[in-house]
């Protein structure tokens, strides 16, 4: 056999061989996943309409997932996208603060679709919320092995901080970002296409407290909440702006402080405002400046700027290699699963 028609051989030696019992067994599996996944992300999507929980089940994806360290070799010790968050171990790091609630959202998913692992129903939550914000569809793969006890969670200090001092000791925002991304394997168009999700969602002062806007109507910006002088908070609040993406049913609960207007609706506006737009009222903390300010990150930022569909292409590659960190699959080369 020539050298051409061995290369053949070899890729073609899935589908000529005999097919295993162990590979039988998983495309019959896959079956009744696939039907769970679905009606999972068909309830998910209902709840999304009634809640507005989009940004919430976007952040506890990504943390999840970006625990991930590519320099470790050995699951579930190189963190990742595992649903290792679901234990209080975990959800209890300081960067995973206001999460909680996330997760309680998705336990009567888990319970109603039990063949689903919770990180699959977790990344499933992510990928369905942008999805439902307007945002790019991602062509999500399925079958994460969860790990199952609290030993197994990731090391606290993994995730990134918003401003100095770093935890890494990285001496600005740039080279911090760079070494937390850098970790799970992204590249600086990466960086800055993920750290777009903030186009949707908020801060809060109880969570991460890098806003001193909290809780409630009254503690929330003109976009977020009823501040004194709109005329009422709980959906009452004439101010319409802050109900765009979603203006008969509210924001869910009010208060915070967004980094857009529209938060609720997934676009291209993180790049378009300008870093100084709106103090009072709009977030931009050290890392999202850092997007700007160093060159590199700069470019890629501009580009996103003047073209949404570049920052959509290059979002829905990202997210969905982000959601892939760390995990071990079952079938072994995961379910590919798109609506
Ligand atoms: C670049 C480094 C990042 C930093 C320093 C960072 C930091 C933060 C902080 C401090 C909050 C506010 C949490 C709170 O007070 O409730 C937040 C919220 C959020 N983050 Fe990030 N983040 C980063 C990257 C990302 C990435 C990569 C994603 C997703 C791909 C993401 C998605 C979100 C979302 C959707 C929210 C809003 C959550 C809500 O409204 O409940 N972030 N982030």
Sequence with gaps: MDRANARVAATTAHITRAPTSAYMEDVVNQTPYRAALRACRDDLWKF?????????????????????????????????????????????????????????????????????SYADVIQLAGATAIEHAGGPKIKMRYGRVDVETPEECAREGNLPGAEPPFGDG??????????????????????????????????FKERSGVTENGYGAKNGTKF??????????????????????????????????????????????????????????????????????????RKVFEEYAESQEAFFADFAAAYKKLSECGARWKPVDGIVYEW
């Design 224 to 297: 977020t909440g009823c501040p004194a002088g709109h005329g009422g908070g709980g959906g009452t609040c004439p101010f319409s702006a802050r109900h765009d993406g979603d203006a008969d049913k509210g924001v869910g609960m009010e208060g915070g402080r967004s980094w857009t207007k529209h938060w609720l609706k997934f676009d291209n506006s993180y790049f378009k405002r300008e870093h100084d737009e709106d103090p009072a009222n709009l977030l931009w903390m050290s890392t999202d400046k850092a997007l700007h300010v160093d060159d590199e990150f």
């Design 170 to 203: 990285s001496p600005d925002a740039a080279t911090h970002l760079r070494n937390v991304f850098g970790r799970m394997g992204f590249s600086d168009r990466e960086i800055v296409a993920l750290s777009g999700a903030h186009t949707i969602g908020r801060a």
């Design 48 to 116: 999304i309409d009634e809640t507005n929980a989009n940004p919430i089940f976007v952040r506890l994806a990504w943390h999840d997932a970006g625990t991930f360290d590519y320099h470790v070799r050995s699951w579930p010790k190189c963190g990742g996208a595992n649903g290792s968050i679901r234990f209080e171990e975990e959800m209890s790091h300081g960067a995973n603060a206001g999460l909680s609630k996330a997760l309680k959202y998705l336990e009567p998913f888990k319970a109603k679709h039990p063949l689903l």
